[in-house]
């Protein structure tokens, strides 16, 4: 009986055993389990928010900018003294529409105008149809994006956008 009690608990440990051994050796075939993405980091989102913040100055504007990473997280939001409580969800959800489309949003409510097949993209709840979202780019990636609120227009929030770039290294809000 001991002997049969023993060959019994025996088993699952012997079989376990076999079975993590053959996951781990497919695992370490594979090497496409993990991949890894570029991403805007806090310091570029200053240096982009600053070249924005310097636009929107230069045109009169006080301005609300919200710059997410390429997962849609928010890394920095700003909004500048005066500027109402409504922009800051707005430029947040520019942002968004921007990153989740690939597309700068001023381009998107245009396309969305004439074309009655993507018309109703404005009632996808997160997407925000104004202009003043752009994606940001580096090397062919979005690896985040910008919104900007409270600009007086589309033009001005579009054109405020679109200057948060750091050509030098390859960050621009252009493909």
């Not at 070249?51 to 045109?59: D, G, I, N, P, Y």
């Amino acid at each position: 009986m001991k002997i049969l009690f023993i060959f019994l608990t025996l088993i699952p440990i012997v079989s376990n055993a076999q079975k993590n051994t053959e996951i781990k050796e497919v695992l370490l075939e594979k090497n496409s389990y993990i991949k890894t993405i570029d991403n805007l980091t806090l310091d570029a989102a200053y240096i982009l928010t600053k070249r924005a913040t310097e636009k929107a100055t230069a045109l009169g504007k006080k301005v609300t900018i919200a710059i997410l990473d390429a997962s849609g997280n928010i890394i920095l939001l700003v909004r500048a003294d005066g500027v109402g409580i409504h922009n800051t969800e707005a430029a947040r959800r520019k942002a968004y529409t921007a990153l989740s489309t690939r597309t700068p949003t001023l381009e998107l409510l245009r396309n969305a105008e004439i074309n009655p097949d993507t018309r109703n993209l404005n009632t996808i709840p997160e997407l925000l149809l104004l202009s003043g979202g752009s994606p940001i780019w580096y090397k062919g990636n979005v690896v985040g994006s910008i919104g900007v609120a409270g600009g007086g227009g589309p033009d001005n929030d579009d054109l405020i956008a679109k200057s948060a770039i750091l050509n030098e290294i390859g960050i621009t809000t252009t493909k």
